[in-house]
Each structure stands twice: as C-alpha cells, then as structure tokens.
C-alpha cells in the first residue's frame, strides 16, 4: 500500500515564499517509489472545492499549472522518485488553504490532474498567507 508523508506549511507573509514535501513509503520496493505514478498537489481553501494546483507524471516529466499559481508555483521530484515538493513562490492570502499532495497510477486522461483519478493522498498541510 503507498502511503504518503507530507511535512512543512505553515504561516507565511504576503511575498514570501515556503516549500511543501510529499515522501512515498510502503512495504514493498513498488510502493517506496513514485516511478509509476502521477503526483499532484490539491487545496482546500476555507469555503471551496478542493482544487489541482500541480501535477507532475514522474515517469513522463510532463506537469501542470493551475493559472491561478501559474509562474509562481513549481513542482519537482528528487532523483528516486521518493520525493515530490511543491515550491510556493510570491504568495497571496488567496493562497490560504489545506495543501494535499495525492498519487495516481500513470495513465492517459484528458485532464492529468484531475481530481477524481487520485486514489491515494497525504494528510494535509496548512498553509496561512497572512500580514
């Protein structure tokens, strides 16, 4: 079973920047690697739908922006596939919000990080853009 691990978040000033992690663990070699998978970073903000910020196709390279982070967001992986971050750029209080990161299975979809796809999710960030 992939399970994964997210860690940072926190409260940060208009302008500033921060960095979310998201780290694959399991039981078997399969399931401690994110070669196979499609990961994307999602969040809640207070009163909204769950949304796709980022995606990235570890075996493919190929990402996704929401226009909303677009230029400002960047989404990268360590060399193992083990470890996906999310780098938060120039935020904003729209940023706000609980920042899930989420795997799928590789496979061809209209839209890569489409929501309903994603089958296997970290617990949650918090992330407060606030002066």
């Known amino acids: 079973q992939l399970q994964l691990v997210q860690s940072g978040g926190g409260l940060v000033q208009p302008g500033r920047s921060l960095r979310l992690s998201c780290a694959a663990s399991?039981?078997?070699?399969?399931?401690?690697?994110?070669?196979?998978?499609?990961v994307g970073w999602f969040r809640q903000a207070p009163g909204k739908e769950r949304e796709g910020v980022s995606c990235l196709s570890i075996r493919y390279g190929t990402t996704y922006y929401a226009n909303s982070v677009k230029g400002r967001f960047t989404i990268s992986r360590d060399d193992a596939g083990r470890t996906v971050w999310l780098h938060l750029d120039n935020l904003t209080p729209e940023d706000t919000g609980v920042y899930y990161c989420a795997a799928r299975a590789e496979a061809t979809v209209s839209n890569m990080c489409d929501i309903s796809f994603f089958n296997y999710w970290g617990q949650g960030s918090q992330v407060t853009v606030s002066a």
């Open positions: 399991g039981s078997t070699p399969h399931y401690s690697t994110l070669h196979y998978y499609v």
